[in-house]
């Protein structure tokens, strides 16, 4: 699976749109791209996912340049419940699920 | 649907007990995986089954670990003789065969002193 860099920390005001970017250059065309988050003592929560298109859910949008070698994780609305590790994952459809550092999100009132 | 379930939440054991966990995944789940989550080393892998078939335990870190998975609504992590250096969060996951994100569960708390 390819490799993931992401920033290991941001800060986001209450209210305004957190933007979580991840590089993956190294992106072959039958790797997806997740996201997840963990937030203080708890299991990690699946967000979203995408391939090529960009996706949106009840959460978050997930925005995957056109060449697939970055995206971005989009946070419409920040609330302070959405401080949390946030963990970009590159993975073929059937592997298993490796986490890297993530990005620590705080965000701010 | 009650999620991933994990027992116990938490668990102090001594030096050289044997410790086991236990998951109970969601039903209809064909996956489930173990894994281990420390400061230094954070989430990683230990191993993972398909239809109660171990696939891949190549993150099991010695032969203290041994995992099993009887059947399709339940499974065990245990380490014996456990060591302080065993102490972490060890989370459970499943998924099912054709959505590929991950539902864990709440994780249990090991404390070997």
């Known amino acids: ?109 | 649907d009650a999620g991933v379930i994990q027992s116990p939440r938490h668990e102090v054991t001594e030096m050289g007990q044997e410790v086991t966990l236990r998951c109970k995944p969601i039903s209809g789940h064909d996956y489930l995986f173990w894994y281990r989550q420390t400061m230094m080393r954070g989430l990683e892998l230990l191993i993972y089954f398909n239809n109660n078939v171990p696939i891949d335990d190549s993150g099991m870190p010695e032969d203290r670990f041994s995992a099993k998975m009887p059947n399709a609504s339940f499974s065990t992590l245990k380490i014996q003789p456990s060591e302080p250096r065993d102490s972490a969060v060890y989370f459970c996951a499943s998924r099912t065969d054709t959505f590929y994100g991950y539902t864990f569960g709440s994780g249990t708390r090991l404390t070997v002193v």
């Not at chain 1, 209450?14 to 003592?41: D, F, K, M």
């Not at chain 1, 979203?48 to 994780?73: Q, V, W």
């Open chain 1, 1 to 109: 699976d390819a490799k993931t860099t992401q920033p290991p920390s941001m800060d986001c005001a209450e209210g305004r749109a957190a933007n979580l970017p991840c590089n993956h250059s190294t992106i072959s065309g039958n790797e997806y791209v997740y996201w997840y988050r963990q937030i203080h003592s708890q299991g990690p929560q699946y967000i979203i996912h995408g391939l090529k298109n960009n996706e949106t859910n009840e959460m978050a949008s997930l925005i995957i340049t056109e060449d697939r070698k970055s995206s971005t994780l989009i946070l419409p609305h920040a609330t302070l419940r959405d401080t949390a590790v946030y963990y970009c994952i590159v993975r073929r459809s059937n592997n298993d699920m490796r986490f890297g550092a993530g990005t620590r999100l705080t965000v701010k009132p």
